[in-house]
């Protein structure tokens, strides 16, 4: 595997190393330290850090190279991650507050939609990764993360879960609730929802990964962040799809952006070649559920 570490040099810098160290050692994985400065006077300092870093990397057995550029952070990243296929991006990113509480940079959002690679965003570091949050959203278009998550985990000896939020139905339909409250039950349904979950749940177990499956119902955003404070989770996983134009930029879509925005731990964003369900097909997939529901 092939990561790219990327660093403005700021106070965060050393936690962000300190989290890639710890997931190039476990993946054996050739790391690039790549930092970015705007000003010239900074490119010496920045060389200084991240050599240091190189060294911490190099005596745990991973091969790595530093880089220092100078020009618009954003630019840069995306222009490398251009010249050469990395496997994982990881990027800090400072967490501001504003009159809707902590919220990112621009510069996080628009890396993680013009970037092809699944992208790592780092507000707040944790010790450890040992406890991985998937949201799932119960398609398809999910797969590529579960896939990647399995590598991830499954070299860090950590467990997953698999959250599917999905809205209360009506008081009528409580069958079709009980349902889905039932792990079990929903995941020997024939239901698509179920089916998409049980194979997801089983790619993971494939990699030799303890999974778990957890539905919640309500708001997605706020199920998914209470779930991520209760769980104790060290990073959540959520996924994006791309737009058909020639600049290979992402959509981010409202969920996502407010995971990456709102999540006080690592963000892991991770590419789809397919596209989520639209509204309508959603809306008709559940009008075929209440109907079957008695």
């Not at 990113?93 to 790592?120: C, D, H, M, N």
């Not at 889905?180 to 194979?199: C, F, M, Q, Y």
């Amino acid at each position: 595997m092939k990561f790219l570490v990327c660093t403005d040099g700021s106070e965060r810098t050393q936690k962000v190393l300190s989290l890639a160290a710890a997931i190039a050692v476990a993946t054996r994985a050739d790391t690039t330290l790549f930092g970015i400065t705007e000003v010239e006077s900074g490119e010496g300092k920045m060389r200084e850090i991240l050599q240091r870093a190189q060294g911490s990397f190099q005596e745990q057995g991973t091969k790595t190279d530093v880089v220092v550029k100078r020009g618009d952070p954003v630019e840069e990243i995306v222009e490398r991650t251009r010249q050469t296929r990395f496997d994982l991006v990881v990027i800090g990113s400072e967490r501001k507050r504003g009159e809707g509480g902590p919220f990112l940079s621009a510069k996080a959002y628009s890396l993680t939609s013009a970037i092809s690679s699944p992208v790592l965003v780092v507000p707040e570091t944790r010790f450890q990764l040992k406890r991985f949050l998937i949201c799932s959203g119960g398609g398809t278009y999910i797969d590529n993360a579960v896939q990647f998550t399995g590598l991830l985990a499954g070299s860090l000896a950590a467990t997953v879960t698999l959250l599917n939020v999905v809205a209360e139905p009506p008081a009528m339909h409580a069958k079709l609730l009980r349902l889905e409250e039932d792990v079990n039950a929903l995941l020997n349904s024939n239901s698509i929802l179920g089916r998409n979950l049980k194979t997801a749940k089983e790619t993971l177990e494939g990699f030799g990964l303890t999974t778990d499956v957890r539905i919640r119902h309500g708001i997605v955003i706020h199920e998914v962040l209470k779930e991520l404070e209760d769980g104790d989770y060290d990073v959540v996983v959520c996924g994006s799809w791309p737009l058909r134009d020639p600049w290979r930029h992402y959509v981010i879509g409202n969920v996502t952006r407010e995971i990456v925005g709102r999540a006080d731990r690592p963000v892991l964003v991770v590419r789809s070649d397919k596209k989520p369900a639209s509204f309508m097909d959603r809306a008709r997939g559940l009008i075929a559920r209440l109907g079957r529901a008695p």
